[in-house]
């Protein structure tokens, strides 16, 4: 899949795969395909996870798996954010996942964008979208996240 960047984007994907997914998402099989910053610093995440594996008892892809999706997405999307507007030392911590089941999925692998829409200093908010191989949407979903300095 080609990364689309808007013009005075920056390519942040390298940054983005160094975090990691996790163990979830790495159990789930989320890859990170693409990562950039535009103009603004708002950050862009897009990411691929298998229908195979995150099913619910009557095949079709679980709408928990979705919602993993979204907040791995919308949670990298703003802490890259954070991190770029605000500093390091930085944690963001999702507090409002919401999303809206649209389309079933069987197979193949469904891709997820989250695209921030709001950052400040404490709330950041992303627009979550996960489609199928068809372009398709199956899932829309909004995360919203507080950034909170490090305890130590």
């Known amino acids: 899949m080609a990364k689309i960047m808007e013009p005075g984007s920056t390519d ?5 795969q160094a975090i990691g997914m996790g163990a979830l998402g790495e159990r789930m099989g989320i890859v990170i395909t693409g990562a ?6 708002l950050a862009s995440v897009t990411a691929t996870m298998p229908v195979h594996g995150n099913t619910q008892p009557f095949g079709l892809l ?9 907040e791995t997405l919308g ?32 197979n193949g692998l469904v891709t997820g964008v989250a695209t921030m ?3 400040g200093k404490t709330v950041l908010t992303s627009d979550i979208t996960i489609c199928n191989e068809q372009g398709e949407r199956v899932c829309t979903a909004r995360l919203t996240a507080m950034a909170r300095e490090k305890r130590t």
């Open 62 to 70: 679980h709408g928990g798996a979705s919602a993993v999706l979204a």
């Open 75 to 106: 949670s990298i999307a703003a802490g890259v954010t954070a991190h770029h507007l605000v500093g390091e030392g930085v944690l963001v911590v999702g507090i409002d996942l919401n999303a809206t089941h649209h389309k079933s999925a069987r």
């Open 117 to 119: 829409i709001s950052a």
């Open 12 to 16: 942040v994907t390298a940054e983005v």
């Open 36 to 41: 950039s910053l535009d103009a603004e610093g």
